[in-house]
């Protein structure tokens, strides 16, 4: 479904992706964990459309991307939970998922916000309140929700157990399992790796901008560097 | 008694078009980060572009509106052709290319129209209306009442319409607006036609009583500007207030001082507020989180 061949990005003239390369199959949950600085957020950002790439191709549904707006990319169905969860602090939490199915503005929303209460039901007690008063992991809830609303195909979470209560990362995760067993492909960015893992079909290892590694996820959790690097095992 | 009341009177008239040249700042900024020093030159350009085309035997209403029109049509090409190429500039740079493109068109206005001071008919007839002892302009009351209009207009549409939230949701977090899929470019060409369009109306409300010319815009914007950083740059409500106030203030001195120290108050205004209240009666201090 996402196929990435050869990406590189810099800052300015600093390049920090050096060339990679992944793919993305339909229905597949796919893991990038690595450290601080390797690149995630970045390679991430440049599948969005928000940060320019200096070459290589990334191909949605066999067709070449790299060139489009990012709010083409989003209509294509590609969305993105950012890092930090990104809310629009003073607005509702009803209108921070209005505005998640901005492309679809018109389209009746009622059956996809009833599936959305359904998935995070304490968002509905929450309904009129500004996103920016939630707690941490109600943010979350609520990025990923406004994230739904553009009916993606292919999602991109970027840290989403990031600064989460234990309970709260463990509820995080099995959303995350519920919406690929509801068919979603889904591209998870984690430094919590051991939860990344024990969740997603395949995993890559990104280390300064390159690929270091990749293979299933018991493969890569079997792997010696990544028990040490990673695990803390 | 009835001096005081002629100040206010005056001093709201004036306030209310500093309020919606503040308003266009305002809006521009909260989409962009751009303060937009061809604001003036908006309401200059309402003003003109009615005279000139009320003379060429066109109905009053109808070159108004077209005047309104084509000002949209100068805020729009501004962004395009002046602003978007150099997206991603230094907040500094732009607020240059703004000037810059604030002296080009007092210059075209001066080629296309003239340099000389032009009016338009009153509204609703030039017969002061006797009030308390002091007379008011009919044209004062358009001026209020078309500026209530415009801030009742504006504020239900940020409040009830999905669009109006898009240009919040822009404000508030850009890379999130894009990353919903939000086009940014298309929320920030629509501010400068919003903000082209209020400055056009103030232009065409203010030219009875103030008069026109090619160059009124320079000392508006900075007026407007003032009301803005008065308010608290950023503030709608803010905005509107600031400018109500330094109308007032303005008159006030005007009447009880020197007519000759009527503009030194907005500029004594600006430097007040950025030593003892930077972020405006009604902005919020900028608190960056770590």
């Not at chain 2, 500094?92 to 810059?100: A, F, H, K, S, Y």
Request: charged content about 15%; glycine content about 10%.
């Amino acid at each position: 479904m996402l196929s990435i061949e050869n990406v590189t990005s810099a800052y300015g003239r600093i390049e920090v992706l050096h060339g990679v390369t992944l793919h993305v199959e339909v229905g597949e949950i796919v893991t990038l964990i690595g450290a601080n600085g390797a690149g995630k957020t970045t390679l991430l950002h440049a599948i969005s459309g928000v940060q320019p790439i200096t070459g290589g191709t990334i191909k949605f549904a066999g067709m070449p991307i790299e060139k489009r707006p990012a709010h083409a990319r989003v209509a294509f169905g590609i969305s993105q939970v950012p890092e930090g969860r990104q809310l629009f602090a003073p607005l509702s939490v009803k209108d921070n998922l209005r505005l998640g199915a901005w492309l679809r503005r018109g389209a009746d929303l009622k059956s996809d916000i009833a599936r959305i209460c359904a998935l995070f039901p304490m968002l509905e007690s929450m309904w009129e309140k500004p996103a920016g008063a939630l707690s941490g992991g109600q943010q979350q809830m609520l990025a990923i929700g406004r994230a739904l609303m553009a009916k993606p195909r292919l999602l991109l979470l970027d840290e989403p157990s990031m600064g989460l209560a234990p309970n709260m990362v463990d509820h995080v995760l099995s959303v995350i399992r519920a919406l690929k067993d509801d068919g979603l492909t889904i591209l998870l960015v984690e430094q919590n790796a051991p939860a990344a893992l024990a969740i997603a079909d395949r995993a890559y290892v990104l280390e300064t901008g390159r690929v270091a590694l990749s293979g299933t996820a018991a493969d890569i959790k079997a792997d010696r560097r990544v028990r040490e690097a990673y695990l803390g095992l | 008694m009835a001096e005081l009341l002629q100040f206010v009177s005056s001093g709201l008239t004036v306030g209310a078009i500093y309020a919606l040249v503040g308003l266009g700042f305002t809006l521009i900024y909260k989409a962009s980060d751009i303060i937009n020093f061809a604001q003036g030159e908006f309401v200059m350009l309402g003003g003109m572009m009615t005279v000139f085309v009320a003379m060429a035997d066109v109905p009053l209403p109808v070159a108004a509106l077209i005047a309104a029109i084509v000002t949209a049509g100068v805020g729009l090409a501004l962004h395009r052709f002046a602003i978007e190429p150099a997206r991603g500039a230094s907040p500094v740079v732009l607020i240059m290319i703004t000037i810059g493109a604030s002296i080009f068109l007092r210059g075209i206005a001066q080629i296309v129209f003239d340099k000389r001071f032009h009016s338009l008919p009153p509204l609703f007839g030039s017969d002061p209306i006797q009030f308390g002892g002091a007379a008011i302009l009919p044209q004062s009351l358009a001026v209020l009442g078309g500026a209530a209009f415009i801030v009742i207009l504006l504020w239900l549409f940020i409040e009830r319409t999905l669009l109006g939230k898009a240009v919040i949701a822009t404000s508030a977090n850009r890379l999130a607006a894009r990353l919903i899929g939000i086009d940014t470019r298309q929320i920030v060409d629509f501010s400068f036609v919003v903000s082209a369009v209020i400055g056009a109306i103030a232009g065409i409300l203010i030219t009875p009583i103030a008069l026109t010319s090619y160059d009124v815009g320079t000392l508006l914007a900075l007026k407007g500007f003032a009301a803005a950083m008065l308010g608290g740059i950023g503030s709608a409500p803010g905005a509107v207030v600031g400018g109500l106030l330094l109308g007032m203030i303005e008159a006030m001195t005007a009447g009880y001082l020197s007519s000759n120290y009527k503009d030194a108050v907005a500029f004594l205004i600006i430097l007040i507020v950025l030593i003892a209240i930077p972020q405006g009666l009604f902005g919020r201090a900028k608190i960056e989180r770590v």
